[in-house]
């Protein structure tokens, strides 16, 4: 069992940079061999896809945040992270890190991600 904790939220300003951090409690291997993805959640909204990584550090990003934001992984740390920067008041959510077995082309389901953690807010004042 995969257990995850997301790091790094707090309040920043728009315009401003956040870098989210969320560890793994697994084996290398583990770690390793998992999609990760970060997802987010505003008050009233459903949950939604925000990026993936897989093994091979193959990246996606959902049109609202590309060019803006940047997932990447470090294995040995068993850590991901999202690099969020030009933070707009739209980014405030709770966010969310995940792992699924792998991760889908096009596609950033919640319904394929198993394991998450508790989440970690972002709020973005204009």
């Known amino acids: 069992q995969m257990q995850l904790e997301e790091s790094g939220g707090g309040s920043a300003q728009a315009g401003g940079s956040l870098r989210l951090s969320c560890g793994a409690s697994a084996s290398a291997y583990a770690f390793i061999m998992k999609c990760m993805g970060w997802f987010r959640q505003a008050p009233g909204k459903e949950r939604e896809g925000v990026a993936t990584?897989?093994?091979?550090?193959?990246?996606q990003y959902a049109d609202s945040v590309k060019g803006r934001f940047t997932i990447s992984r470090d294995n040995g740390e068993k850590t991901v992270y999202l690099q969020m920067n030009n933070l707009k008041s739209e980014d405030t959510a709770m966010y969310y890190c995940?792992?699924?077995?792998?991760?889908?082309?096009?596609?950033?389901?919640?319904?394929?991600?198993?394991?998450w953690g508790q989440g970690t807010q972002v709020t973005v004042s204009s």
């Open positions: 990584i897989d093994t091979f550090s193959t990246t």
């Open positions: 995940a792992a699924a077995p792998s991760c889908t082309a096009g596609e950033m389901s919640e319904r394929n991600f198993a394991h």
